[in-house]
C-alpha cells in the first residue's frame, strides 16, 4: 500500500492508524520507512497510539471530542500543536495534559 501512494510520487502522504495491529517487528519496519522517506515526503499520520507518537513524529496535534454549544452532539476540536517534545513534555492546554498523561483516553 505504501509502496502504490510512493508511485505517484505525493509531496504528503497521509497514514491512518499505519501500524494498527500490527506485531512489533512489522511495526518497527513501517516506523523505519516512514523516517527513511521524510526527507522526500511529509507525513502526516493519525494514531492512537502515543509511543508511536512520541518515536516518530517530529510535530504533533492534538484534537478531542468535545459537545458542540447545544449539548446535543461531539464535534472535533483542535486543541492544540507543536513539537512533539513539547506537547509531550510541557503541553500547555491541560486537556492535552490529561491525555498524554494517561488520565482519560
Do not use: Q
Not at 31 to 46: A, F, G, N, Q, S
Amino acid at each position: 500500500m505504501i509502496a502504490r501512494a510512493l508511485a505517484i510520487d505525493p509531496d504528503i502522504l497521509l497514514m491512518d492508524e499505519p501500524a494498527s495491529a500490527l506485531d512489533p517487528i512489522s511495526t518497527s519496519r513501517i516506523e523505519d520507512l516512514m523516517r527513511e522517506i521524510t526527507p522526500e515526503v511529509t507525513i502526516v499520520i493519525v494514531t492512537h497510539n502515543l509511543r508511536e507518537a512520541r518515536r516518530i513524529a517530529d510535530s504533533t496535534a492534538f484534537l478531542t471530542p468535545e459537545p458542540d454549544g447545544d449539548g446535543a452532539a461531539l464535534v472535533g476540536r483542535f486543541v492544540e500543536f507543536g513539537t512533539t517534545e513539547k506537547i509531550f513534555s510541557r503541553p500547555a492546554d491541560e486537556r492535552t495534559e490529561a491525555y498524554v498523561r494517561g488520565r482519560y483516553g
